[in-house]
């Protein structure tokens, strides 16, 4: 029932890039992405709704294809403060039921 | 204000206990949301409100019941737990259920029954 993410872990020099993927099998109203470091709260970083709209933080880019079923989170000239565990969130058409995949795990190093 | 509070930040309890674990928000979010996350895995939603009012309750067993005082507030009280229910339960709230809404989340409780 999850939506599967790729790849499941990511080892980065600071400077580098990196795309994390999200695939659902059923037809998805909008995509989530959070990131989690250790301890803490998941922060929300940016919604895909059907239909092209986006929100999110100006520094993180994503796309979501509707046909495919897919999201892409686009992590450019990374940071330390990258670091941590992103989540790719799934909404169907219950309202306010979003299914979370496992995680992607990325390290950045200095 | 994006802040979602939750107290206690720890819990330690027997599996005979009671105990309630609390969050609060000032967003004027009218959907709030329990989640239980084991290490190294995603949350799991549990319960999510709306206006105040039960809207999911995803087959969670009875041992977990959730109370929304006011649109500020959301309770989880906690009875005859297991050991296997050892979590972070994170609360989130969201403007409202569409599928637009972000989801803030707190700091979570992390939950120890012994």
């Known amino acids: 029932q999850q939506p599967v993410q790729s790849p499941q872990a990511v080892i980065l020099r600071e400077g580098e890039d990196a795309v994390i993927n999200c695939s659902s099998s059923k037809a998805l109203y909008s995509v989530h992405w959070y990131r989690q470091k250790h301890g803490e709260a998941p922060v929300f970083l940016m919604i895909l709704l059907k239909g092209g709209e986006q929100k999110g933080h100006d520094k993180i880019s994503a796309s979501f294809n509707e046909k495919k079923q897919q999201s892409s989170l686009y992590l450019t000239a990374s940071q330390l403060s990258y670091s941590g565990t992103y989540f790719c969130?799934?909404?169907?058409?219950?309202?306010?039921?979003?299914?979370f995949g496992r995680g992607t795990q990325l390290t950045v190093w200095p | 204000d994006t802040e979602v509070t939750q107290t206690p930040k720890h819990l330690v309890m027997g599996m005979t206990n009671k105990k309630s674990l609390k969050c609060e928000q000032h967003?004027?979010?009218?959907?709030m949301y329990w989640y239980k996350q084991k290490a190294k895995k995603p949350p799991e939603l549990m319960f999510v409100y709306s206006y105040e009012k039960l809207s999911i309750n995803e087959s969670v067993p009875s041992r977990f019941s959730p109370e929304c005082p006011n649109s500020s507030l959301l309770n989880l009280h906690l009875h005859a737990l297991q050991p296997e229910d050892s979590a972070l339960y994170l609360c989130?709230?969201?403007?409202?259920?569409?599928?637009?809404?972000?989801?803030?989340f707190g700091p979570g409780t992390r939950l120890t029954v012994t």
């Open positions: 969130g799934e909404r169907g058409s219950t309202l306010g039921r979003l299914y």
């Open positions: 967003m004027g979010h009218r959907a």
């Open positions: 989130a709230s969201s403007q409202d259920l569409s599928s637009g809404s972000e989801q803030y």
